[in-house]
């Protein structure tokens, strides 16, 4: 079996993180933690503009080495997609090579996580409620521009898991993925 990518996006405090570690553990094999909460801890500080392409290039580039260990799915928490939609939320434009790296990088999968648990404050990394609502709605509203599939899930993180367990392997037998509402 070859490593099959699963892409976990949403808007902030959503339980990406939380959710791929869970799925990576339900599924035996390996996930890439968001390089964005390294960048911040290790720099003390928010990104700028002009960090927005290296941080999304170094995500990848962890997706690329953990996808030569592992063979069957590989849970990747955030993906150039959500690092332009920052970008365009925070600095009003995405940079030419983040846009370009954000439209060519594909994923096997798409996993939604809701914005249906509390928000919950975390250092420098969040912003707020609302905040969370908007880049939500741009998560959807850049999949959908995308064509792409994607499946939605709700609930507690075991509910998640079942959901994100259920659409794979509907998928690994051939059926579309389709979105959860």
């Known amino acids: 079996m070859t490593t099959r990518t699963v892409a976990i996006v949403g808007a902030e405090s959503t339980g990406k993180s939380t959710l791929a ?3 990576a553990d339900h ?17 003390q500080r928010t990104p ?16 690329d ?8 799915w590989l849970f990747c928490d955030t993906t150039p997609m959500m690092t332009a939609i920052y970008s ?8 030419a090579p983040l846009a370009a790296l954000a439209a060519r990088r594909r994923y096997a999968f798409t996993v939604v996580t809701a914005p249906d ?15 969370r609502q908007q880049i939500h709605q741009q ?10 599939a994607f499946v939605l899930v709700r609930g507690t993180l075991s509910e998640r898991i079942d959901q994100v367990a259920r659409a794979l392997l509907a998928q690994a037998s051939g059926i579309d993925q389709m979105p959860f509402k």
Do not use: K, N
């Open 27 to 43: 599924f035996g094999t390996f996930w890439v933690p968001e390089y964005l909460r390294e960048f911040v801890e290790v720099q």
């Open 88 to 95: 365009a939320h925070y600095f009003g434009r995405v940079d």
């Open 139 to 148: 998560v959807l509203d850049a999949l959908a521009a995308r064509q792409s």
């Open 21 to 23: 570690e869970g799925l």
């Open 117 to 131: 648990g509390p928000w919950i404050a975390d250092g420098l990394q969040r912003e707020s409620a609302a905040v």
């Open 48 to 63: 700028h503009e002009e960090d927005q392409y290296p941080i999304a290039c170094e995500q990848v580039a962890r997706e």
């Open 65 to 72: 080495a953990a996808a030569g260990h592992c063979t069957g």
